[in-house]
């Protein structure tokens, strides 16, 4: 970090850093299919501005799974992360026996980064759980490859449906 010039400047610098701001530090968002039943929830939480990090979780009911709703709500949330709020990088978690998060993840970019072990217990079972990441230029890479594979007839939104409502994937000819 430069060395601002004077101890008043380094004293407005940490002054500026440290004040709280109305910046959340959560998003948090239900899932609901057309018929207003809830799918899920997912988000972006443990949001640091500072050093541009936050963590994205994603639960889905049972019904609701293998569908594509989790990539589809993953890749808006990273569009959130990376195109709004300009966050550098993104970390999510999977218990080892959770195969499909694995794969959908990794088809979104996401890279194991460690292990910890013993980290989760899930009925009645002590299981490792994997710590992953994606930085923004490789959600930049992984995006397009995505967009291409996935139906662009179904679509999640965050917030109300409108023209001008960020989707996933989104409108032919509008990049987010």
């Given at each position: 970090?430069?060395?601002?010039?004077?101890?008043?400047?380094?004293?407005?610098?940490?002054k500026?850093?440290?004040?709280?701001?109305?910046?959340?530090?959560?998003?948090?968002?239900?899932l609901?299919?057309?018929?207003?039943?809830?799918?899920?929830?997912?988000?972006?939480?443990?949001?640091d501005?500072?050093?541009?990090?936050?963590?994205?979780?994603?639960?889905?009911?049972e019904?609701?799974?293998?569908q594509?709703?989790?990539?589809?709500?993953?890749?808006?949330?990273l569009?959130?992360?990376?195109?709004?709020?300009?966050?550098?990088?993104?970390?999510?978690?999977?218990r080892?026996?959770?195969g499909?998060?694995?794969?959908?993840?990794?088809?979104?970019?996401?890279?194991?980064?460690?292990?910890?072990?013993a980290?989760?217990?899930?009925q009645?079972?002590?299981?490792?759980t994997?710590?992953i990441?994606?930085?923004?230029p490789?959600?930049?890479?992984a995006?397009?490859?995505?967009?291409?594979?996935?139906?662009s007839?179904?679509?999640?939104?965050?917030?109300?449906?409108?023209?001008?409502?960020?989707?996933?994937?989104?409108?032919?000819?509008?990049?987010?």
């Amino acid at each position: 970090m430069p060395r601002p010039l004077g101890d008043d400047a380094d004293l407005a610098h940490w002054k500026r850093i440290l004040e709280p701001t109305e910046q959340p530090a959560n998003y948090w968002y239900r899932l609901t299919g057309e018929d207003g039943t809830l799918a899920g929830i997912a988000g972006l939480q443990e949001i640091d501005y500072v050093n541009g990090n936050a963590v994205l979780p994603v639960f889905l009911a049972e019904d609701a799974r293998r569908q594509g709703l989790g990539t589809r709500v993953s890749a808006l949330l990273l569009v959130l992360a990376f195109s709004y709020l300009r966050l550098t990088r993104v970390t999510s978690y999977f218990r080892e026996d959770n195969g499909s998060s694995r794969k959908m993840t990794e088809g979104l970019g996401f890279e194991v980064e460690g292990r910890l072990r013993a980290g989760s217990y899930f009925q009645g079972k002590r299981y490792d759980t994997f710590v992953i990441g994606i930085l923004e230029p490789e959600w930049s890479q992984a995006r397009i490859a995505l967009r291409e594979q996935l139906d662009s007839d179904v679509r999640v939104y965050l917030g109300q449906v409108s023209e001008r409502t960020p989707s996933w994937p989104p409108p032919a000819g509008r990049e987010m």
